[in-house]
Each structure stands twice: as structure tokens, then as C-alpha cells.
């Protein structure tokens, strides 16, 4: 089978690029032809891919050999911008990965049109579609799903010590209760500047995740208790009273309030017990694997795109071309922001750094004037001892000449 994904960018470890990642080792694992056509491609994550199957030019697409199209962004219009075919039978699949992003859903209108499968991660995102118009019997939800390594069915021991922080922009309240959760049990931390491919093999090291959004799926299905929180807030741990709230909202963590430092730590602490029953009695992890909903799609029927259609899509090109652009000019800024932000952190720290000698000179500085002091103490008391001595000296030295001179008078009187 040929396999075509297109996707905006392909760069980071995180969102729709990790999606794309797990979908193309999943075809490419059954022996299935794929490529990934991308507008902007960068590392680190392009290095998990085969360069041979990175396209980045239209002209190296020929849909009339593709059997399936799994379209993540608005670029489907794009790929008739120099060519139209005779005619096109594909699964075209038009995927969602959130409620609110415009290059999510700005396709959305002719996706309608061509009457492709839409897929939405999160019951969310599908009623974001159904308000749009899509019909609700023509969307999959895919729950964000996860490859089958990561299923483990194996009971996990109750007693906490390892805890993994998972996060590209850990809230305060979070940072704070690591400190102090750091005092008695070992909290490690990827993302944001510590980038990390996260693996079956790495979740299941850990005895609980801090995380929200693709990695509580990791956790589900490697029957690791996942404490939902992050940046818009969140549940804490999941459990029966709010497991569907989160679900709904994709594990994002939206739809919750926001926690105190300590209200977290105390949550943790006091509610890993039961977490960890509720993740060893949830049964219902085939919804989350990845396996399992590749099964309905590659079951879904065919669709005729003939050239009318085909026209139809052109005024689009202009909207897509557009868009791209802004995602490189955002990605530019992004990437300048972050130089500009890591020279702030270097300067920072070269600061602190100064401070720190600063105060070490100072230390080194008060012990010697102390020693100084302590010299000048000594010299003074040493004085003072002579003083004293040269004092009691002259005294008895008086008394001694006094008895000297009886003594000779004595001895004068005594001899003669």
C-alpha cells in the first residue's frame, strides 16, 4: 500500500509531529510504501525518519499511485496546483489534533466537499467540527491514540519513588511542588530545552507521570498512574469522577481549575494509592491503541475525486500557500526568540555566576580582616605583656639595686 502524510512542519518532539512519527513507523513496520510531505523540516525529529521518504516539493508527489492520504494541515488543495488528474480513487483522511487552531481546520470546507473521512483527536474536536457542519456520523475519534508497545498489563507496585515530569511549559505551581517532592522521592524532568524521544522503556521506569495531552495515553496504556496537569490546569490524578471530563478535553488539562504548589504535592502524596488501583482496573485501553483505530481506517471505502473537484480545490492553493508561509515566518521568530531567550539564560547564569564569586571574595575578604583583627589583637595583647613585664622589670629591678647597695654596705661594715 502507498502512503501519503502531509503535515505543516516537521521539526520538534512534541504535538502532530510525534503523531506523524508513529503513523509512518506503523506503515513502515508493515512493510507499507509511505512518504511525508512537510513544509518546513528541521531537526531534531527528522532524524528518526528515512530522508528518502521526506518530500518537500510538490513535484514529487504522484497521487495516482496513493491508496491513502492522511492529511493533518491545510496543503491537500496544494498538491493540484500543478496538476490535475483524470481521476482519483484514495482514502483521504482529514485529521484534527485540536478545537482551536486555524491550520486544523481552516481545510475543513472542501474536505466537506470531496465528503472525506474527518478524524478529530478528542470528543472536542469533534463537536468543534459538527459546529462547522461536519456530520457526525462522518467522524472518527482517535483519542490520541498510542502505539501497542506501550500496553502493559502487568500489575505495578504501589510504593512510590520514581516520579517523571513531562512538559514544554511546566506552570510554576508545578515547579514549585517538584522542590518539594524532590526532598523525599526522585522527580526527573523532559522537554521544553531537554528534548527527549519518549519510549515505552522510559515510561515504564517511573512509578507516576506529571504530564497532560499525548503522554497520559503512554500512561494508560503502560499502567502507569498519570497526575493530569499542566499549563491550563487539570484534573490531578485520573480517576472514575473525572476520567471522561479529561477525556473530552483530550487530557489537556482545560475544563479543571488551577492548583496550589502544595495542594498538588499533598495530592500526589496522599492520592497515589488509588490512582494506582483506578490504573490497573481501567479495561478500556483499546480506545487508546493506535493498532486499533488504523484498523477502522484502513477500512474506510474509497472516494472518487474527478477533475471538477479537482478544479474546485485550486482557489485554495493561494489560502495554503499563505498559511505555510506564516507557520515559517512564526517558526522564524520562534527560533530567534529562543536564541534570544537562551542568550538571556547564559547571561543570567554568567551573572549569578559573578555573584557567587562576589560572595566567595567576600567570604575570603571578612576572614582576612578577621585574621587581621585577630593579628592586631595578638599584637596589642603581646605588647601590653611586654609593658607589663618591662613595669614589674624596672619595679623589682629598683628593689634589687636597693638591696644590693645594704648588701655591700653590710659587707664594707662587716670586714672592717
Known sequence: MNVLILTNHLADLCGSEIQVLELYNYFKNRNHNVKVYVNIMDYPIIEYF????LLTE????NLDIIDIVWSQHCL???LFQNRIYKELHIKLISVHLSPYEMLELCSVPYMKLLKCVFVANSLETKDKLISLGVDNDNILVSNNCAPGGYLNNLPKKKNLHNILVISNHVPQEIMEAIDILSEKYQVSMIGGKKPVLVNPELIKKYDMLITIGKTVQYGLLSGVPVYCYDH?????????ENFEVARYYNFSGRGFDKKTAKQITIEIEEGFELASEFISEYSDK????????MDIIINQKDILINQDEQQALLPYIAMEKKIAELYILIRKIGKQASYFSLALETTKEELKQKERDIE???T????VSEKIILSEEKIISERN???RIHKKYKKYSKFLKIVLIILGLFLVLYYC
Not at 575570603?364 to 576572614?367: A, F, G, H, Q, T
Request: proline letters at 3%.
Open 232 to 240: 491550563f490546569g487539570g484534573p490531578g490524578f485520573l480517576n472514575h
Open 360 to 362: 566567595n571574595f567576600s
Open 286 to 293: 483499546g480506545y487508546f491503541l493506535l493498532e486499533n483505530f
Open 385 to 387: 605583656e611586654k609593658q
Open 50 to 53: 528515512d530522508k528518502n521518504d
Open 364 to 367: 575570603e575578604l571578612k576572614i
Open 58 to 61: 510538490v513535484e514529487q508527489i
Open 76 to 78: 491537500f488543495a496544494s
